[in-house]
């Protein structure tokens, strides 16, 4: 996928972003040692509970370009909580090889999911990981598994979808099938930028994301 546009198939983000599981994994029993990273799971009636993370094959991506390659988690039930991020190298076993890269020296991590379906790539937003929709320069925009749990233990779950530029975090309209969602990135990038676009000066989503990042990242 080519960093300076968008990365596609961002449309079936419920349908691949926690439910796959990886072909391959390290022994269960050092699964059980690794951070206990959750995951959120549906339970019907709009009720939630949570499960430990599973691993992934993937890599890390540092800002001075170094490659890490292991297995990993990936997490959306530890909002802001995240200080490290945990890595176990392919060609290792036991728990005290497991490498926890310092969030501020990760520039992505890429996730490979089972075969048939594209790799997912994350980035670090806000001590969290979330999964990068498009990217342009050093632009991004993310989507945000956003939760919280009240007091008495309920978990209540919204979807946010955020433009990440330096030094900036700001919330967009959510990005998802349902139609309307168009309208709602239409009148965002009207309102935003100052312009007058109606629905078909664009053919999709994916070019209201491509025209953002463009114009956020002159």
């Known amino acids: 996928m080519d960093k300076s546009g968008t990365i596609r198939h961002w449309i079936l983000i419920g349908l691949l972003v926690f439910g796959v599981n990886s072909?391959?994994?390290?022994?269960?029993?050092?699964?059980?040692?690794?951070?206990?990273?959750?995951?959120?799971?549906?339970?019907?009636?709009?009720?939630?509970?949570y499960m430990t993370a599973p691993v992934r094959e993937g890599y890390v991506l540092t800002r001075k370009k170094d490659t890490l390659r292991g297995y990993v988690k990936i997490a959306n039930f530890n909002h802001g909580r995240m200080k490290v991020f945990s890595l176990l190298p392919f060609d290792k076993t036991k728990e005290s090889d497991i490498i926890n890269v310092p969030l501020e020296d990760i520039d992505y991590i890429q996730v490979q999911?089972?075969?048939?379906?594209?790799?997912?790539?994350?980035?670090?937003?806000?001590?969290?990981?979330?999964?990068?929709?498009?990217e342009r320069g050093d632009v991004r925009i993310y989507y945000d598994p956003y939760w919280t749990e009240d007091i008495d233990g309920n978990v209540w779950t919204w979807n946010r979808t955020l433009l990440v530029s330096p030094g900036s975090v700001k919330i967009m309209p959510f990005l998802h099938n349902n139609p309307s969602a168009g309208y709602s990135l239409l009148r965002y990038i009207n309102d935003t930028y100052g312009k007058h676009f109606i629905r078909?000066?664009?053919?999709?989503?994916?070019?209201?994301?491509?025209y953002i990042l463009e114009r956020e990242a002159k």
């Open 23 to 49: 072909c391959s994994r390290p022994p269960s029993e050092l699964d059980r040692k690794w951070p206990d990273y959750k995951v959120l799971r549906r339970i019907g009636d709009g009720r939630y509970d």
């Open 113 to 134: 999911l089972p075969e048939g379906h594209d790799s997912v790539r994350y980035g670090i937003v806000e001590g969290s990981t979330c999964r990068i929709l498009g």
């Open 200 to 210: 078909k000066d664009f053919g999709s989503q994916n070019e209201m994301v491509d």
